[in-house]
């Protein structure tokens, strides 16, 4: 299977805990994005990462999400002392330059569910 | 600032009906537009995109969409629902940084 993966696909911690999920993007898609959805609504966009170089930053995310791509392959999102309104999916993309030179189209993982009780 | 809206947080068809799922977007620049798919619990699945060809796209699963730039719109249709076709569907067009911006979804309802 050559498409993007996470891990875990779910977890359930409690409020105050660290946790940390990974995204394999498809290989050699050099941009890897991260969203978070709840429910009822849209993809939220976190962050994303040219290569391991992370490029920008969503300003609604708190100091408690950090993101790592530390070769340019795989990356994690850690999220510390977790909080109730942690609770969401969160999303993994990555894509690639096109015959054009654009990046225009994203392809998804499954997501990782977080509950925090 | 770009946007997206879709018309309609659910909308509901019998199997068998014409689907059309309403998008329309505000972009300062010649946008890039696409339609996701999904399913419950599971990732976003790409249905189609316009990136400035052919207006009228052809996407996965029987669906398509047109591109109008005087209405700023991309709605999506399929001529005859089929029951596999009811999940959640987004619309959504790339920024200048080709990050994507999403509408809020429609979650398309198959009745029998």
């Known amino acids: 299977d050559t498409g993007v993966s996470q891990n875990p696909r779910h977890k359930i911690t409690k ?19 991260w969203y978070r959805q709840t429910l009822g609504q849209g993809p939220e966009f976190l962050t994303y990462f040219q290569n391991e170089a992370q490029l920008e930053k969503s300003r609604l995310l708190s100091d408690r999400f950090s993101a790592e791509r530390p070769k340019g392959s795989f990356s994690t999102l850690e999220i510390q002392r977790t909080e109730q309104g942690d609770s969401a999916m969160y999303l993994c993309a990555s894509s690639a330059k096109g015959l054009a030179g654009l990046y225009n189209e994203q392809f998804f993982g499954p997501g990782t569910r977080l509950t925090v009780l | 600032a770009q946007s997206v809206t879709q018309l309609g947080s659910h909308v509901s068809v019998s199997e068998g009906a014409l689907v059309l799922l309403r998008c329309n977007y505000s972009s300062s620049v010649p946008p890039y537009l696409f339609w996701y798919v999904q399913y419950p619990n599971q ?23 047109e591109f109008k730039k005087s209405e700023t719109s991309f709605h999506l249709t399929k001529p005859s629902a089929h029951m596999s076709d009811a999940a959640e569907y987004f619309c ?7 990050q994507l911006i999403w509408g809020a979804g429609t979650k398309l309802i198959i009745k029998p």
């Not at chain 1, 409020?15 to 993007?25: A, H, I, K, L, S």
Request: net charge positive.
């Open chain 1, 15 to 33: 409020r105050g805990q660290n946790v940390t999920f990974r995204c394999d993007p498809i290989s050699e898609h050099n941009r890897l994005y």
């Open chain 2, 92 to 98: 959504a067009l790339t920024d200048s940084n080709y």
């Open chain 2, 43 to 65: 990732g976003l699945q790409l249905l189609l995109k316009y990136t400035s060809a052919a207006t009228l796209v052809k996407g996965i699963n029987g669906f398509e969409a």
